[in-house]
């Protein structure tokens, strides 16, 4: 069992919190796309059911190796967030172990960064068995590779002399997880195996709907065949394909595959979970890119 600080972390519930939203610009990031970031955010944050009180920026030449933002930031943050009675910190950028953990005990209210929050909402998308062992995956391997700072540093510096059959606390909390992680990815395979054997003979050729969450992929699936997927004018409505077949015109046939949603910065430990959806769109003889017209970036 993973213990209840790292279980309680994997539910959090983010419905009805007061969320302050955090950005560190750096490097060559423009404003444009920093300001892009910051309002995806804010539509994840809304999906995730957080209402969102406000949101600070910072530009920095580099993030703070311990804060992610510098001393003074913080201490105009701890204000917003006590004025704005905020009980939620999101930050844009990913936080590192060593400044979620710093910033978690300066902050006194819980602090997630994007990754978190997307794994969040997956976490509450998710419907078939497939998509929840999947994300449950993204989610252990998300929180092993976060296991407090000081216990990485109790097995660092208590190691010398003591290494041998007894483990370190460090360990004892990550086997349980590194076993939970083993069992789903064989899981995840029976799964697979199975859909492998039972997927219907090919009905003419293969099209997947691709683009950007809340595009239209699923209204476009329901308008073309008797699917009844799961439309939401939030993000990731999506997390579990469905395939239907649709009579053309022509009187040709196709099969049309819904897929998950694309997003900027989609955690890679999703991306590598959620491969076996993914490989759907690989193996198609036509990729339909669905565009949401209103879009700025979109010029019908
Ligand atoms: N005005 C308008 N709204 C649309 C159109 N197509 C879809 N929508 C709306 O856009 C929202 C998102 O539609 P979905 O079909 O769920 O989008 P999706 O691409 O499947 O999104 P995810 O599954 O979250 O990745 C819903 O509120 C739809 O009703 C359209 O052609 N015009
Ligand atoms: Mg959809």
Known sequence: ??????????????????????????????????????????????????TVVGSITQRRERPDPALMVGQGKLAEIQLASRTAEANLLIFDNDLTAVQANNLDLSMGIKVIDRTELILQIFARRAQTAEAQIQVELAQLQYLAGRIPVSEKQQRFFG??????????????????????????????????KRRQLTRRRKFGPAVCLVGYTNAGKSTLLNALSAAEAYVDDRLFATLDTKSRAVFLPDGRNAMLTDTVGFIRHLPHGLVASFRSTLEEIGQADLLLLVMDAGHRYVRP
């Open 1 to 50: 069992m993973p213990s209840a600080s790292i279980q309680s972390r994997r539910n959090l519930q983010l419905a009805g919190e007061r969320a302050l939203l955090v950005q560190v610009i750096y490097g060559r990031r423009t404003r444009d796309e920093a300001e892009d970031s910051l309002a995806e955010l804010e539509r994840l944050a809304d999906t995730a059911g957080a």
């Open 159 to 192: 190691g010398i002399g003591m290494r041998g059959p007894g483990e370190s606390p460090f360990q004892l909390r990550r086997a349980p997880m590194m076993a939970r992680i083993t069992i789903l990815k064989r899981k995840l395979r029976e799964i697979q």
